[in-house]
């Protein structure tokens, strides 16, 4: 017997590569069942900003959240959260827009260097 598909548990937001090198924004969740926002840039254009060659970030957001997320987007039990936030958002910030909006703060961490 096989098992039904389980859904991806990350979803890309942004994968660029161009002349100011690369930058890659995920959405993922988490294994207790939160929800995770990470990045990661790389090449001249961090180096420009940061003066270091690598920059990248992850902002956690509880369990609760991610319930409280599903509400706000509208979402039904059954409905799957990773397709409805890349289609909602265009951009990693959008959704951070949003949640901030909301009242809604995640655990910031970050590093820059190479």
């Known amino acids: 017997m096989n098992p039904e598909p389980q859904p991806p548990n990350s979803v890309v937001i942004t994968n660029v590569h161009d002349s100011k090198g690369t930058m890659l924004r995920v959405v993922r969740l988490t294994d207790d069942g ?18 270091a060659h ?6 956690q957001f509880s369990s609760d959240v991610v319930a409280q997320l599903r509400d706000l987007l509208g979402l039904e039990s ?17 959704l951070e827009e949003f949640l901030r909006d909301n009242g809604i703060e995640g655990k910031f961490w970050s590093r820059v260097g190479d």
């Open 34 to 51: 939160g929800l995770m926002i990470e990045g990661h840039d790389l090449g001249g254009g961090v180096e420009q900003f940061f003066g």
């Open 54 to 59: 690598e920059y990248e970030f992850k902002k």
């Open 78 to 94: 059954d409905d799957e959260l990773l397709p409805t936030i890349k289609d909602r958002f265009t951009y990693t910030d959008d």
